[in-house]
């Protein structure tokens, strides 16, 4: 395996290995863990955390000209699609809230909880639902063609 480049976040690194698969290269995103700088709470690889792997190193040159070409042209987006795409947790069972992996606190079901407000540690309510339940635990958190999501508690 070859690394080819770094991201900032998990969700550019996904994509960018995503882009390569679809264009038939064999290429996955990995979160890249200095063990030393978890232990201190810094980051020293400025180069991003999340890293893309090729499986070929002949691959190379043309996995660079797809991510080169993709960057030079990116997809527009429409104003406030950031707020769209973030699922409303209310809509779902408050049995499947998860909970603090540091602390054990039942974390509330808010897209936007950074925090846990029992002992501030950093949390990602959405990553720790998806870890427990599967992806399809956000399908009722979004509405549905109608405009309507599915009904409160159902998660699929």
């Not at 480049?5 to 995103?29: H, I, M």
């Not at 606190?105 to 949390?123: E, F, K, S, W």
Request: glycine share 8%.
């Amino acid at each position: 395996m070859l690394e080819l480049c770094r991201y900032q976040t998990r969700f550019e690194a996904d994509s960018a290995a995503e882009l390569l698969r679809r264009e038939g290269v064999n290429a996955t995103a990995v979160e890249s863990v200095d063990t030393l700088a978890v232990l201190m709470g810094v980051s020293v690889d400025t180069r991003g955390r999340f890293a893309v792997y090729i499986a070929d190193k002949r691959d190379k040159e043309l996995a660079e000209l797809l991510l080169e070409d993709f960057y030079a042209d990116p997809p527009e987006f429409e104003e406030g699609w950031e707020e769209q795409a973030k699922p409303d947790l209310s809509r779902l069972d408050p049995s499947l809230a998860p909970h603090c992996p540091a602390c054990g606190v039942t974390l509330p079901l808010d897209a936007g909880a950074r925090h846990c407000r029992g002992c501030r540690t950093p949390v990602d309510v959405i990553e720790l639902l998806v870890e427990r339940h599967g992806p399809e635990v956000l399908e009722r958190c979004y509405p549905d063609e109608d405009g309507e999501g599915g009904p409160r508690g159902h998660t699929g």
